[in-house]
């Protein structure tokens, strides 16, 4: 790590291949917290290259865990994330039609504030599934009237 840290403070770029390893090591628990830090800091201290970029691709890629949801009939809503003016959110719509539909998993964080990205607009369980509840109660008190 040394060497690498030394070539960064340099202005120097790593080829793909370091890039790469610097991502899988890193991940694999070789250097320590200390260590990260000092390569995440003189990293952003210049310009990112493109070979760069190519080699964290390639360890995340490597890295990533793939799961199998081949069994389950799934699907995961990206929200607009609202304008910030309290207009209609059509991705929310969206999200109740789906949750509506028969057989379809719909994913809720379960504590919204703590999620990366679309916490504010996300349901918690207890939203969610009185939510659910309400529009059940809306649904069958339309069909008694028809």
Same mark, same amino acid.
């Given at each position: 790590?040394? &060497?690498?840290?030394?070539?960064?403070?340099?202005?120097?770029?790593?080829?793909?291949?370091?890039?790469?390893?610097?991502?899988?090591?890193?991940?694999?628990?070789?250097?320590?917290?200390?260590?990260?830090?000092?390569?995440?800091?003189?990293?952003?201290?210049?310009?990112?290259?493109?070979?760069?970029?190519?080699?964290?691709?390639?360890?995340?890629? &490597?890295?990533?865990?793939?799961?199998?949801?081949? %069994?389950?009939?799934?699907?995961?809503?990206?929200?607009?994330?609202? %304008?910030?003016?309290?207009?209609?959110?059509?991705?929310?719509?969206?999200?109740?039609?789906?949750?509506?539909?028969?057989?379809?998993?719909?994913?809720?964080?379960? &504590?919204?504030?703590?999620?990366?990205? %679309?916490?504010?607009?996300?349901?918690?369980?207890? &939203?969610?599934?009185?939510?659910?509840?309400?529009?059940?109660?809306?649904? %069958?008190?339309?069909?008694?009237?028809?």
């Amino acid at each position: 790590m040394k &060497e690498v840290l030394n070539r960064l403070f340099e202005h120097q770029h790593l080829d793909k291949v370091q890039a790469r390893e610097i991502l899988v090591n890193s991940a694999g628990g070789k250097y320590n917290s200390a260590q990260v830090a000092a390569f995440i800091t003189v990293f952003l201290m210049r310009s990112v290259s493109v070979e760069e970029l190519q080699g964290f691709r390639e360890a995340l890629l &490597e890295l990533c865990v793939n799961v199998d949801f081949s %069994d389950f009939n799934i699907i995961d809503l990206c929200g607009t994330g609202g %304008d910030g003016k309290n207009t209609f959110n059509i991705s929310t719509l969206f999200s109740f039609v789906v949750a509506g539909a028969d057989g379809i998993i719909v994913e809720i964080h379960e &504590e919204p504030e703590k999620a990366i990205s %679309d916490g504010q607009q996300s349901l918690t369980i207890e &939203e969610a599934t009185n939510l659910y509840r309400n529009a059940r109660t809306v649904l %069958d008190t339309k069909r008694h009237l028809y």
